[in-house]
C-alpha cells in the first residue's frame, strides 16, 4: 500500500523567495515518485520524477526535488518563486514495479504575492 | 505531437441519469488511466486499461466502468448518477515501460444536479 501526505494545504511566499513544498510518501516497495503542477481549471503537467537514479532531481521552471528515503521525504523546491508558479501542486507515488498508478497526495495550493 | 484529448470539456447530467467520457491518448501510448478528482482533493485512480482490458481498479463501486478500443483511445462510464459523483475526471497515458510517467489530459468537469 502507498500513501502521501503533503504538509500544508497552502503556502504563501514573496515575488523572489524560497519555495519549500512538503511531501512525505509510505510505500511497502522501492517507489517512484513525482511533483505535478495543476493551474486552474486546466490537468496535471509533470514537474519532475525520481525514478531510482540520482536522488537530486532537476525539472521544468527551475524546480527541483530531493528523494530522502531516511526521511521518506522528497521535498519540492525552487530558489525565487515568480507570480506564475502560483498553481496547485500534487506530489504522487507510485510502484517501482507494477502497474504504474499514481497514488496522490491532496495537494498544496501555492500563493505568490508581489 | 498531439498530447492526450478529452471530451466533452464541461458536462452537467441529473441524478440517476448515465454519462460517458472519452479520451485519447498520447500518440505512442497504449496505456490508459481514470483519475476523479473532487474539488480541493487530489486525484483518486479509478482503473487503468492495457490491451483492451482492465489492468487494474482503484477503489471504486462498479457503476464505474470503461472500455479500451483498438487504436487505444477509451472511455469511462458511470451509471446511476450520484451527486458526489461531480468532479473533474482525468485521463493520462503511459507508454509500456517509459518509468512509469503520465501524461494528462485537461479532463472533463462533470456537474450532476
Known amino acids: 500500500a502507498q500513501s502521501v501526505t503533503q504538509l500544508g494545504s497552502h503556502v504563501s511566499v514573496s515575488e523572489g523567495a524560497l519555495v519549500l513544498l512538503r511531501c512525505n510518501y509510505s510505500?511497502?516497495?522501492?517507489?517512484?515518485l513525482f511533483w505535478y503542477v495543476q493551474y486552474p481549471n486546466q490537468g496535471l503537467q509533470l514537474l519532475l520524477k525520481?525514478?531510482?537514479?540520482?536522488?537530486l532531481v532537476k525539472g521544468i521552471n527551475g524546480f527541483e526535488a530531493e528523494f530522502k528515503k531516511s526521511e521518506t521525504s522528497f521535498h519540492l523546491t525552487k530558489p525565487s518563486a515568480h507570480m506564475s508558479d502560483a498553481a496547485e501542486y500534487f506530489c504522487?507515488?507510485?510502484?517501482?514495479?507494477?502497474?504504474?498508478?499514481?497514488?496522490f497526495g491532496k495537494g498544496t495550493m501555492l500563493l505568490v504575492s508581489p | 505531437d498531439a498530447g492526450v484529448t478529452q471530451s466533452p470539456t464541461h458536462l452537467i447530467k441529473t441524478r440517476g441519469q448515465q454519462v460517458t467520457l472519452r479520451c485519447s491518448p498520447k500518440?505512442?501510448?497504449?496505456?490508459v488511466s481514470w483519475y476523479q478528482q473532487a474539488l480541493g482533493q487530489g486525484p483518486q485512480f479509478i482503473f487503468q486499461?492495457?490491451?483492451?482490458?482492465?489492468?487494474q481498479r482503484g477503489n471504486f463501486p462498479d457503476r464505474f466502468s470503461g472500455h479500451q478500443f483498438p487504436n487505444y483511445s477509451s472511455e469511462l462510464n458511470v451509471n446511476a448518477l450520484l451527486l458526489g459523483d461531480s468532479a473533474l475526471y482525468l485521463c493520462?497515458?503511459?507508454?509500456?515501460?517509459?518509468?512509469?510517467?503520465?501524461?494528462f489530459g485537461p479532463g472533463t468537469r462533470l456537474t450532476v444536479t
Open positions: 486499461y492495457y490491451e483492451e482490458e482492465e489492468r
Open positions: 493520462a497515458s503511459t507508454l509500456r515501460g517509459s518509468s512509469y510517467e503520465q501524461y
Open positions: 500518440s505512442g501510448h497504449d496505456t
Open positions: 510505500s511497502s516497495v522501492p517507489p517512484y
Open positions: 504522487a507515488v507510485s510502484a517501482a514495479s507494477g502497474y504504474s498508478t499514481l497514488t
Open positions: 525520481y525514478t531510482s537514479a540520482a536522488t
